[in-house]
């Protein structure tokens, strides 16, 4: 019967190691046991950016980079987009399982009625320059909302912790809508607790007359679908850093600010904004061809494709692209899907990008779809951080609750100076 085990031998020293494999990994800490000398520290792995290490054992999110899946809590990404609503899968991630009417009935009522934020951050939202990026603004008020909720620190608590899940996911479309209407030297207006989630954000973004606003259904919809396709995807770079910031028992504030923090950056959740700046920039359908051979000269990257799990297109494109005909109906055609079409068109058959497995990912379409709904390109990395808040939650709570995690200190390989004494400056 085949062993679930590695045999490891040492080449300089003819040892040979049983390392025990689980779930197609060994554990790290196994390899430390390779020594040459018995005082050595042991072996460890290097791993550049994390390409090919596992930090957690999770149930949230599941993906098959290969075949272009992505279940939350088993439940297809398709299933949930066509059938539920972003309220319910938040919290389907955060719970674990569907919710009975009542327990659906009761999320929403107190999300819904936890929308509004302390008066004083206005104060701090107007300290912003009128030209702030509102990623930058949203990032600073979430950090500084850890200073409203100081008990927040308690992060042991699950019933504290709840508090603040609560309190985030309810609160961040009024930060986010707050920091687009200060972009626009708009007064604020505040959350209407008689529409949905999505309702409720376009009427914080939209409304001129502080009177009842009715969102447009399928705007409305549209963003909720959105929501959906954007709420968790496993260990990726903002999340990593929602664990390793949480790792530190720092309250969840503060850890989400360094998550939202790192989804800002262009290689990730920065890249919807970056991929509209780019189709803007190249215009016409015409100019693709040049583009394209700058993208093969590695002069730039194609933003909004590639990824480092899906070597297939990105599920969650092939449904922001239907959500984008549907919008259109609304809004009109944005003439930038042209450009974006005739871009993926040749990516597809290009054997630079095919040899690469270079798809469209999340961030290719989602913001043609913005821009057509009249969202700032600015406030695109915003609309990211929105619906991804309860994924950053539920994998600190589950990073806080598995009993194997502990503060986040990886090792490194030295290759600086040998020690060496100190030169007084006259004789340097
Ligand atoms: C998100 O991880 C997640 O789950 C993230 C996310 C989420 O939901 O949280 O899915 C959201 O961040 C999606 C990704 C958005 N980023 C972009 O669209 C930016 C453009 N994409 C690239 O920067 C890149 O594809 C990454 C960052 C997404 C992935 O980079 P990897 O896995 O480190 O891959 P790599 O840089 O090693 O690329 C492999 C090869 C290289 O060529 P060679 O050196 O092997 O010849 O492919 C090339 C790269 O130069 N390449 C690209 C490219 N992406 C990779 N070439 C041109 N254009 C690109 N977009």
Redesign the pocket.
Known sequence: MAQNTLTITDNRTGETYEVPVEYDTIRAMDLRQIKVQQDDFGMMSYDP?FKNTVSTKSTITYIDGAKGILRYRGYPIEQLAEQSNYLEVAYLILNGELPTQEQYDEWEYVILHHTFVHESTKQLMQAFRHDAHPMGMFISTIAAMSTFYPESRDVLDPDTRLKQIIRLVAKVPTVAAFSYRHSRGLPYVYPDNDLSYTGNFLNMLDNMRQGKYEPDPVLERALDVLFIL?AD??Q???TATMRVIGSSHSDPYSAMAGAAAALYG????G?NE?VLRMLLEIGDVKNVPEFMKG?KN?ER?????????YKNY?PRAKIIKKIADEVFEVTGRSPLLDIALELERIALEDDFFVS?N?YP???FYSGIIYQAMRFPIAMFPVLFAIPRTIGWLSQWVEMLNDPEQKIARPRQIYLGYDERDYVPMSER
């Open positions: 950016a954007h995807h496993e990726n770079c903002g262009p290689l990730h959740g890249a970056a993208v590695r990257l194609l933003m909004g494709f590639g990824h480092r799990v990105d690469r270079l990912n999340v961030d």
